[in-house]
C-alpha cells in the first residue's frame, strides 16, 4: 500500500497540475456545451465569480493551516501534538478540504467541463488519502485519534462544533 506521503504528491501536485493543464486547455467548454440553451453571460460571469472566490479563499484558509505545521511535517511524529482546535474541529482534514475546493475551482474559473469532471474525478482520492493518513494517525495517536474520529467528521465539515 502506498505510503500517505506518496498518495500526497499522487493528488495534490499531479492532480492539481492536471487539473490546471486540462482547465486552461479546455476553457470555456461549457459557454459552448450549453450554447444551445442561450443562457446569458452573467450566468457565466457568475460561474466564474464563485469558482474565483473560492479558490482565492481556499488557497488563504490552506495556507493558514499549512503555516500551523511544523517545517517537516510527512509523518504523524512530526508533529508535537494532535491538532483538535481551530479548523480541526470542523472536520479532521481541513488542509486537504481546502485543497479539494481549490482543484475544484479552478475549472470554474476556466469554464471547463473537462476540468470540472476530472476535479471531480479526484474526490475520491482525496478521500482515500485521508483515510490512508488516518492509518497512520492511529497507529501513531491511538486512542487519542480514536476519540476525535468520533466527534469529528473526516473531510467535509457537516456539523458546528459542540460547546
Not at 505545521?69 to 510527512?74: A, I, N, R, S
Not at 470540472?116 to 488519502?129: E, K, N, Q
Request: one cysteine or more.
Amino acid at each position: 500500500m502506498l505510503s500517505s506521503r506518496a498518495l500526497r504528491t499522487i493528488v495534490i501536485n499531479v492532480g492539481i497540475a492536471l487539473v490546471i493543464i486540462v482547465s486552461i486547455i479546455t476553457a470555456s467548454s461549457i459557454v459552448k456545451a450549453l450554447a444551445g440553451l442561450r443562457l446569458s453571460g452573467l450566468v457565466f460571469s457568475g460561474i466564474k465569480s464563485v469558482g474565483s472566490t473560492t479558490f482565492f479563499i481556499s488557497v488563504a484558509l490552506a495556507s493558514a493551516i499549512h503555516r500551523s505545521f511544523p517545517p517537516k511535517h510527512d509523518k504523524p511524529e512530526d508533529f508535537e501534538r494532535l491538532y483538535t482546535e481551530g479548523p480541526y474541529q470542523l472536520c479532521r482534514h481541513p488542509f486537504y478540504f481546502f485543497l479539494m475546493l481549490i482543484q475544484i475551482s479552478i475549472p470554474l474559473i476556466f469554464l471547463s467541463a473537462p476540468g470540472l469532471l476530472l476535479a471531480l474525478a479526484f474526490v475520491p482520492l482525496w478521500y482515500t488519502l485521508a483515510k490512508v493518513e488516518e492509518e497512520e494517525l492511529i497507529n501513531y495517536w491511538g486512542t487519542m485519534y480514536l476519540e476525535y474520529k468520533k466527534r469529528v467528521p473526516m473531510l467535509i465539515p457537516l456539523k458546528l462544533p459542540r460547546g
